[in-house]
């Protein structure tokens, strides 16, 4: 189970290469994409096609392959698989079957947007992508947000603005940093209050991909805070 990069190619881990470049076959939630970065690095090996539309199926294929002796590898397109991305079925049943795990770790934009954040303390919850529906994602936004915890979400560039507008109308001065294209070259990560940053990141014209802290109840005092309380 190999974690590749979530947008700057150059940090695949010198681990990951390397178990790319030794195994037999690598299967890959989105072969197009996996493509890229195996270009990038000059790897070629066959790949196989293992989505979360298909997982069951393909994983069943994947244990055909290690029966018959074969090192197969598993990418999610970016990140680290299983973690908001397939991979976890392929786990448990290669695990049933009395095959070997072998995690190789690396990126995630949930740890990669924690550090920068200024976020302290040691309980935040990750809870990933939210219903699409509305009913549901504002049900379980209020459900968080009266938890008084930390949390981590992701959103694509078609639902953040929504997903921004329900924060606000429900608790408009609890504190986001948001992360946006991670580790790419519109890297961008912003800190404000939700309805703020409601304003910053209208539905009509959010790109790329989204991570979000949701600040706890009694968030940690920023630098700027302190300034202002002196």
């Known amino acids: 189970m190999i974690a590749t990069p979530i947008g700057n190619l150059e940090d695949i881990s010198l681990r990951a290469l390397e178990t790319l470049k030794s195994v037999d076959i690598i299967a890959c939630e989105d072969t197009r994409h996996t493509l890229k970065l195996l270009s990038r690095y000059e790897i070629r090996k066959p790949l196989i096609s293992c989505h979360s539309y298909n997982e069951q199926q393909a994983a069943k294929r994947v244990i055909a392959l290690l029966s018959e002796g074969k090192d197969v590898a598993y990418c999610s397109d970016a990140g680290t698989p299983g973690f908001s991305d397939p991979g976890a079925l392929l786990v448990r049943m290669a695990r049933s079957a009395g095959y070997k795990i072998v995690p190789i770790p690396g990126p995630s934009a949930?740890?990669?947007?924690?550090?920068?954040?200024?976020?302290?303390?040691?309980?935040?919850?990750?809870?990933?992508?939210?219903?699409?529906?509305?009913?549901?994602?504002?049900?379980?936004?209020?459900?968080?947000?009266?938890?008084?915890?930390?949390?981590?979400?992701?959103?694509?560039?078609?639902?953040?603005?929504?997903?921004?507008?329900?924060?606000?109308?429900?608790?408009?001065?609890?504190?986001?940093?948001?992360?946006?294209?991670?580790?790419?070259?519109?890297?961008?990560?912003?800190?404000?209050?939700?309805?703020?940053?409601?304003?910053?990141?209208?539905?009509?014209?959010?790109?790329?991909?989204?991570?979000?802290?949701?600040?706890?109840?009694?968030?940690?005092?920023?630098?700027?805070?302190?300034?202002?309380?002196?």
């Not at 549901?136 to 981590?152: A, H, I, N, Q, Y």
């Not at 979400?153 to 408009?172: H, Q, T, V």
């Not at 939700?194 to 209208?202: G, K, S, T």
């Open 110 to 230: 949930f740890a990669c947007l924690i550090s920068a954040s200024g976020l302290s303390g040691k309980t935040f919850l990750f809870d990933g992508f939210l219903s699409p529906k509305p009913g549901k994602r504002r049900t379980r936004l209020k459900e968080l947000l009266d938890r008084g915890e930390s949390f981590v979400l992701y959103e694509s560039p078609f639902r953040i603005g929504k997903l921004l507008a329900d924060i606000a109308s429900i608790d408009p001065e609890r504190r986001l940093c948001i992360g946006r294209e991670l580790t790419k070259i519109h890297e961008e990560i912003i800190e404000g209050k939700a309805e703020e940053l409601v304003q910053r990141f209208p539905a009509e014209s959010a790109k790329g991909e989204f991570c979000i802290i949701v600040h706890g109840i009694k968030p940690a005092t920023s630098v700027n805070d302190k300034e202002d309380e002196s």
